[in-house]
């Protein structure tokens, strides 16, 4: 077969999003792309221009999108030398949310799921219909399959003062593994942007039915306090506390206008309410600006206390304890953030949490000194809780035998007998084992350096595990026996610690020491997989030395943990003015190249760290697979699985 110019295939227009969809969104349903239309209303709220926003469910499996916005322009593009509305919508990465530098632009903390616009769900669609309202004008455009299938024309007049924009779009159901969208999500979605967006009204028509369809409308004039008092029907602790805070222009730290608004309270019982967002986009996996309001939570709360002498002799607050009962509505801005998933469902972006923490702790604290009533109930929650804690953690002591075996000497113990709390960190090598011990938190993380490689103990009898004294060391500091799957839960009875770690190079070497250890756990420590105690840490590949940019913000140190966050930070910087020749690159060949303030700061500190837990999916049994990989004699199977799957190399884990 020949190899010539002709080979190669250039997708030009939307043809990458239709030939490979799931690479800019999700494909079980349509409500992603009816998200991007969404999303574009809202911003137009956000900037001041949208009162209403209306949604209908057509018969047809149509969705219409409608706002009172400004419009999208109808003029000429003077560079694609198309009306700009066509170049929105079948152009990639066209729109306003690119112009990050403006200060004053609506775009700048706008939200928008895939950061490729409502060209992908033209793309994606079998018919899209667009009616523009503006500068006296009706005009119509209408797409079919991605393509322009009737031009932009103008159908008529309008006021001086109408404007808007209306969208038809019919999903193309070869794209979805479902036509439907999920009304759940959609009404989940919808009320959020009225929570968000004080004011602004939002209403979802579902066509059909005997009364010919019926209609849900959401307004919160008084955004989210009104909302999370709605949610937790006034069973609080004290009043609730709702408050922004956003930089200021020339901020050393942060960029003009990111910081974040909240409304919080805290409850003695009943259910909690908490919800977050990150430029209007839902968060409902949490993420790096929930640790920066517990962190905030707790300072200022732990401070109140401890400045009113509230706090019983012996008892020390945790961050837990103040969190425990606390409800809240978070709203972020941050400038360019970053997710982890396709679908943004948790922020990764580590400087969301030193922003959201020193945005919320000083109003907060202020707050709690101004209602010292309601502030002297929230910290005798807080209190209560640490009390039963640490009640908590006395039985789980008690309950240990006094024949338990000699800690190893290499093990660096924490301080805490809370197991739910304390972490042990099983860290490649004597250097980066020196580095972890000396930036730990003593109170709560335990340190294990191992040395070289791990035994594959894929096929050893258990009764023979312990003549190698590095699974012996482990076994003995965990306080478990190895175990069959079957057995009980009494197993990890003696667990010492909530969170197990490992913490290697991201090297080939650190892989296969992980693969190893995994193997060991899977193999004859089972249940401490099934009940979520295995974790991997990610340590960062990449170090950013950005130099000083005045007087007023000193040189910065910056981590990536790959390639796509690397690039990333490199475009925020450039925005921020910083060239990118300047900042110095390094990449980490190990975690003994780190110091322990780099490894504290990156890799084991809470509220920056990421963690990514070990679980297999339910009922599956990975015994097949980890004997072909694992089992001495399986070399013919192990290379006949890597040629067939090669590409899977450099999978996420």
């Keep these: 077969m020949s190899y010539t110019a002709e080979s190669i295939s250039v997708l030009k227009g939307l043809e990458p999003v239709r030939h490979r969809p799931g690479m800019y969104t999700r494909t079980d349903h349509p409500l992603h792309i009816v998200q991007e239309a969404i999303d574009n209303a809202a911003d137009e709220a956000l900037g001041g221009y949208c009162k209403r926003i209306a949604v209908t469910l057509h018969g047809d499996g149509s969705v219409t999108v409608q706002d009172d916005g400004r419009g999208i322009p109808v003029e000429i593009h003077p560079l694609e030398g198309v009306p700009t509305v066509e170049v929105v919508f079948t152009q990639l990465h066209a729109g306003g949310k690119f112009n990050k530098s403006d200060g004053s632009s609506a775009y700048r903390f706008s939200g928008g799921l895939h950061g490729v616009g409502v060209s992908v769900t033209n793309a994606l669609s079998t018919r899209l219909e667009v009616e523009v309202m503006r500068d006296g004008g009706r005009y119509r455009i209408v797409f079919a399959g991605g393509k322009v299938a009737e031009p932009l024309a103008r159908i008529g007049d309008s006021g001086r003062r109408a404007s808007g924009t209306r969208l038809r779009v019919w999903p193309d159901a070869q794209f979805f593994d479902s036509p439907r969208l999920p009304p759940a999500e959609l009404e989940r979605l919808l009320r959020s942007k009225a929570v968000l967006l ?3 009204e939002i209403s979802l028509l579902t066509e059909g039915g005997e009364t010919g369809g019926k209609t849900k409308t959401w307004r919160f004039a008084d955004g989210m306090p009104q909302y999370l008092a709605e949610q937790l029907d006034g069973e609080t602790a004290g009043a609730i506390f709702a408050a922004e805070n956003y930089a200021a222009a020339g901020d050393e730290n942060f960029p003009a206008g990111s910081g974040a608004a909240w409304a919080i309270c805290w409850s003695a019982d009943g259910n909690l309410a908490r919800e977050s967002y990150v430029n209007l986009i839902p968060t409902p996996a949490g993420g790096t600006h929930e640790t920066g309001l517990r962190q905030a939570a707790f300072d200022a709360v732990r401070s109140f206390a401890e400045h009113h002498a509230l706090l019983p002799k012996g008892v020390k607050l945790a961050a837990e304890d103040v969190f425990s009962r606390l409800s809240f509505v978070l709203a972020a801005r941050v400038l360019d953030p970053s997710f982890q998933g396709q679908i943004k469902e948790r922020l990764n972006s580590r400087d969301a949490v030193a922003l959201v923490s020193r945005m919320l702790r000083d109003p907060l604290e202020l707050w709690l000194n101004e209602h010292p009533d309601d502030a002297r109930k929230i910290a005798e929650l807080a209190i209560k809780a640490a009390q039963a804690r640490s009640r908590a953690g006395q039985k789980v002591e008690k309950r240990k035998q006094s024949g338990v075996a000699i800690l190893p000497g290499k093990l660096s113990d924490c301080q805490s007998e809370d197991i739910s709390r304390n972490e042990l960190f099983l860290v490649e090598g004597d250097s980066a ?6 930036g730990r938190d003593k109170e709560t993380q335990a340190i294990l350096p191992l040395r070289g490689k791990v035994l594959n103990t894929w096929e050893v009898d258990p009764g023979s595990l312990f003549a190698n004294r590095e699974i012996h ?23 010492r610690y909530g969170k197990v770690v490992i913490m290697t190079d991201a090297d080939v070497d650190g892989s296969h020491i992980r693969v190893l250890l995994c193997t060991l756990f899977y193999r004859h420590f089972p249940k401490l997989i099934e009940h979520g105690h295995l974790y991997f840490a990610q340590p960062p590949l990449y170090r950013l030395d950005v130099p000083a940019q005045g007087k007023k913000r000193p040189p910065r140190k910056l981590y990536a943990l790959d390639d796509a966050e690397r690039g990333a930070l490199l475009d925020r910087l450039k925005m921020d003015g910083v060239k990118p020749e300047s900042v110095g690159l390094s990449r980490f060949k190990g975690l003994g190249e ?8 990156t890799t084991m500190s809470p509220d920056t760290r990421r963690l990514v837990r070990v679980r297999l999916p339910p009922d599956a049994d990975a015994r097949p697979v980890m004997n072909m990989l694992m089992a001495k004699n399986e070399s013919a199977g192990r290379r006949a699985w890597m040629e067939e799957n090669g590409a899977l190399v450099g999978a996420e884990v």
């Excluded at 084992?433 to 000396?438: C, I, L, T, V, Y």
């Excluded at 060391?473 to 003696?494: E, K, M, R, T, Y």
């Excluded at 780190?594 to 700061?601: G, H, R, S």
Aim: proline residues 10%.
């Design 433 to 438: 084992g020196g580095s972890a011990k000396s």
């Design 473 to 495: 060391d482990i076994a003995v500091a965990l306080g478990i026996d190895p175990h069959a799957p079957g057995a009980s839960g009494a197993v990890l009875d003696n667990l």
């Design 594 to 601: 780190m110091n322990p303030e780099q490894l504290w700061e």
């Design 198 to 200: 004080p004011g602004l």
